[in-house]
T-cell receptor
Framework: DGGITQSPKYLFRKEGQNVTLSCEQNLNHDAMYWYRQDPGQGLRLIYYSQIVNDFQKGDIAEGYSVSREKKESFPLTVTSAQKNPTAFYLC???????????FGSGTQLSVL | GQQLNQSPQSMFIQEGEDVSMNCTSSSIFNTWLWYKQDPGEGPVLLIALYKAGELTSNGRLTAQFGITRKDSFLNISASIPSDVGIYFCAGVRHDSNYQLIWGAGTKLIIKP
């Protein structure tokens, strides 16, 4: 089945630790996105990438980093500089001829 | 970043009731999208609207692209328990590199 796979579903981070959230898509979509969602709130854009080897900061990029070495993959690293990382993280992708965004099932990150 | 004004923030309704929610903006949009998010999952696209005045249905759901292009409405008829969740609107402007602007969501709760 085609889709977007995020892993792991749940992740725990110790203070001072970097953690990486995985996002893989087999939809052959060009653009990929990372959003952060806090309880009871909407979606805030962290980073996005429209083509391989290129990515742009969103509204809340500080404390996060990404890479786009392959079209299928867009991993997000939550660095130790992100002081409030507990949130639900959503990865999404968009095909070149569509304005419809498709989402993965999310990763819940919590701080130990 | 910019956000759409989505209302109401939450709704408590009886099963079988009709539901209405809307999103407004001071900016014109080219596309309106409506998503539903179940707890612990990623949002799923319900309806996409592409022209001012367009009225589109998906089962018991009907959405409209406002004539002014600054707003959109979602109606759910005869609500059932599985309609519970958070509904998000998103607007797309072609002159902003096709970035989605999100509403904060409407949480639908069905009273037992």
């Amino acid at each position: 089945d085609g889709g977007i796979t995020q892993s792991p579903k749940y992740l725990f981070r110790k203070e001072g630790q970097n953690v990486t959230l995985s996002c893989e898509q087999n939809l052959n979509h060009d653009a990929m996105y990372w959003y952060r969602q806090d309880p009871g709130q909407g979606l805030r854009l962290i980073y996005y990438s429209q083509i391989v080897n290129d990515f742009q900061k969103g509204d809340i990029a500080e404390g996060y980093s990404v890479s786009r070495e392959k079209k299928e993959s867009f991993p997000l690293t939550v660095t130790s500089a992100q002081k409030n990382p507990t949130a639900f993280y959503l990865c999404a992708s968009l095909s070149g001829n569509s304005e419809k965004l498709f989402f993965g099932s999310g990763t819940q990150l919590s701080v130990l | 970043g910019q956000q759409l004004n989505q209302s109401p923030q939450s709704m408590f309704i009886q099963e079988g009731e009709d539901v209405s929610m809307n999103c407004t903006s001071s900016s014109i949009f080219n596309t309106w999208l409506w998503y539903k998010q179940d707890p612990g999952e990623g949002p799923v696209l319900l309806i996409a609207l592409y022209k001012a005045g367009e009225l589109t249905s998906n089962g018991r759901l009907t959405a409209q692209f406002g004539i002014t292009r600054k707003d959109s409405f979602l109606n759910i008829s005869a609500s059932i328990p599985s309609d519970v969740g958070i509904y998000f609107c998103a607007g797309v402007r072609h002159d902003s590199n096709y970035q989605l602007i999100w509403g904060a969501g409407t949480k639908l709760i069905i009273k037992p």
